[in-house]
């Protein structure tokens, strides 16, 4: 796919809690053909104000062409995403995308998306994606509590979702690999993005079932463009790769789980 520079304009922020906001973004006529993106991919944001240098990497939630919107899931974290979501509506924000490759989805009839923390943000892009061809997938959304699950809405509108909280709030007790579901459900591939202790206990017990899966890493990332070098990791058979250029999505069997 083609990269593209744009500027786009800040519809909306939503306060979804704890320290995560969703950012409504519209790409206005003047800026030309919206992009074609998919699943998996990223954008690099430019954090208006000059005080935060670097590009701040976030995946793609959800994308609605034809009202040409973005939307984008954002955890306050640091300086760069405190002046990200503190922005006055109508702020224009420098966009580099579609960032990365994409999640294999050709052939796949009975898919599981599990997502923790921010990481669901791909998985509500996949969600729609997979709801769109007429299938309706297994989704699993971690977290530390009930306020941490974000977007349940949209998700249950989408597929058979189901919940695990640290603190019992919600769903199943414990993490995403206490629920029966993972152990139980027969799936023909399974997609993870979150935190990299989850995704590889997700990875594991893939494997173990023989079950194909995919994980979206989160690597810190200054470019996008494989220049700086600093989401370099080691896969197996492959050695140093960069997450930005050659993923953010791999086969499991590529993580290194040690």
Not at 27 to 52: C, D, K, S
Not at 133 to 148: N, S, V, Y
Not at 161 to 174: A, K, N
Not at 178 to 199: A, N, R, S
Request: hydrophobic share 40%; proline share 5%; glycine share 12%.
């Amino acid at each position: 796919m083609k990269k593209y520079s744009l500027r786009f304009t800040l519809l909306s922020t939503l306060d979804l809690g704890a320290g995560n906001y969703l950012l409504r973004l519209t790409l206005p006529l003047h800026e030309g053909i919206f992009p074609e993106m998919a699943p998996g991919q990223f954008v690099q944001v430019a954090v208006p104000g000059g005080y935060v240098l670097l590009r701040r990497p976030i995946s793609i939630c959800s994308v609605f062409a034809e009202q040409r919107e973005l939307w984008l899931l954002v955890g306050r974290v640091g300086q760069g995403t405190s002046v990200l979501t503190n922005l006055r509506d109508g702020s224009e924000l420098s966009l580099l995308l579609p960032l990365g490759n994409t999640f294999s989805t050709e052939g796949i009839k009975n898919p599981l998306l599990i997502g923790g923390g921010v990481g669901i943000a791909p998985m509500l892009f996949l969600a729609r994606s997979f709801a769109e061809r007429g299938i309706r997938p297994t989704i699993l959304l971690g977290g530390r509590t009930k306020e941490h699950v974000v977007l349940r809405d949209y998700f249950e509108t989408l597929g058979n979702t189901h919940y695990t909280t640290d603190s019992g709030e919600l769903g199943v007790h414990g993490r995403v690999t206490d629920h029966p579901i993972l152990h139980e459900g027969t799936f023909d591939q399974i997609y993870t993005c979150g935190p990299k202790v989850m995704m590889l206990a997700v990875a594991k017990m893939a494997e173990a079932r023989g079950i194909s899966c995919e994980v979206s890493l989160e690597n810190t990332m200054a470019c996008g463009i494989g220049a700086c070098l600093c989401c370099v990791e080691d896969l197996e058979g492959k050695g140093n790769t960069c997450v930005c250029t050659e993923g953010p999505v791999f086969d499991s069997r590529l993580i290194k789980k040690n």
